[in-house]
């Protein structure tokens, strides 16, 4: 019988899954993770969130460990070579939580044109401002807008569907894909920045996409451009995001992440009235984690079966 260890919280539809196979399922998401190295070496699996890193010590220890499964996409917390070289299989949940950030970049876009966060605070703080508010926040409607999406896979296609149901015209760039059923791709990124009202960046961050988008690349965009970030908070240079806000050529920078997370009290950004923000809660969702506890318990259940 096959021991899975569950060590970050997840939905208990997962623990359900491996226990109809017959699996002995350990809930560990309410033990201090230093304690996870006396425990792992008896399990088959480990099932993760982000929270638990599956490197360097742990990784030693776990002398049974045949499968990592990861509930979410990134692997930064697995030390992936370590595992290839022993012979551990790593498994993740790359269309889990596509959605849900799709969801949200929308939301950004919506939120960042209708300045639904300035109204809110303002109004907050100084309900005899209504009048003068309302003639402040006159805005203008998505329909008939060109949205640019960089990074046209799982989530930029995603939005692109729910944007163009809402009117909105879709282009977009990416580096490797060359065909798209609701994108228009652009030869080059420039003719995205070119055209685009709205650009959403949905990339990873690698050494070829850090800080790919900088002072250069705000040049060559419409000047009142809104930016949404629902990426990785180093795909967007923060401070020539920062410079491109005070010069009035980004309207708004509307993100859910950050180059450091938690940001810094001193980035600037923090506290620049155009951009609306939020903890990187992109994937945070009741039916994103539902899918990604359900992905990730069949995935790891037929991994540890073809080792039978
Ligand atoms: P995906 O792999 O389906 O799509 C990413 C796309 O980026 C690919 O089509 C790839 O070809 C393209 N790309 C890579 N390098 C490029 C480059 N240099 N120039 C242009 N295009 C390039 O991934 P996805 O599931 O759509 O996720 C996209 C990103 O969203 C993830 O990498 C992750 O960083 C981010 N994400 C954020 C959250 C959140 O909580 N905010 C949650 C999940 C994923």
New binding site residues.
């Given amino acids: 019988m096959f021991k899975v260890l569950i060590s970050d919280k997840l939905n208990d539809v997962a623990v359900e899954l491996l226990e109809k196979e017959g699996f002995e399922v350990k809930k560990a998401w309410d033990i201090p993770k230093e304690e996870l190295e006396h425990i792992i070496p008896d399990y088959d699996a480990i099932i993760v969130r982000s929270a638990t890193k599956v490197k360097g010590h742990l990784l030693e220890v776990a002398k049974n460990l045949k499968v990592i499964g990861r509930a979410?996409?990134?692997l930064d917390n697995i030390d992936l070579q370590s595992a290839r070289e022993r012979g551990i299989k790593v498994i993740n949940t790359?269309?889990a939580?596509?959605n849900?950030?799709a969801e949200?970049a929308l939301t950004m876009i919506l939120a960042a044109t209708r300045r639904v966060v300035t109204g809110t605070e303002r109004l907050r703080k100084n309900p005899s401002e209504f009048k003068k508010l309302k003639k402040a926040l006159f805005s203008v409607e998505i329909e008939g807008k060109t949205l640019g999406i960089?990074?046209?896979?799982?989530?930029?296609?995603?939005l692109a569907v729910k944007a163009k149901a809402l009117g909105m015209k879709t282009i977009g760039?990416?580096?490797?894909?060359k065909q798209s059923g609701v994108i228009e791709l652009q030869s080059s990124?420039d003719k995205v920045f070119e055209k685009a009202d709205y650009i959403s960046?949905?990339?990873?961050?690698?050494d070829?996409?850090r800080h790919?988008i900088s002072d250069e690349e705000f040049e060559k965009m419409k000047t009142n451009v809104i930016l949404i970030n629902?990426?990785?908070g180093g795909?967007v240079d923060e401070d020539a995001a920062y410079r491109a806000l005070e010069k009035g050529k980004l309207a708004v920078y509307a993100t859910?992440?950050f180059e450091k997370e938690p940001p810094k009290e001193e980035n600037k950004l923090l506290k620049h009235p155009n951009v609306i923000m939020t903890p990187?809660?992109?994937?945070?969702t009741l039916e994103g984690n539902y899918r990604a506890s359900v992905h990730v318990a069949e995935k790891v259940i037929e991994a540890l079966k073809e080792l039978k």
């Fill in positions: 979410g996409v990134g790359p269309n939580t596509t849900s950030v949200l960089i990074g046209t896979g799982r989530i930029g296609s995603s760039y990416d580096a490797y894909i990124i960046l949905h990339l990873p961050l690698t070829e996409t790919m629902c990426a990785r795909v859910d992440v990187h809660i992109g994937a945070q």
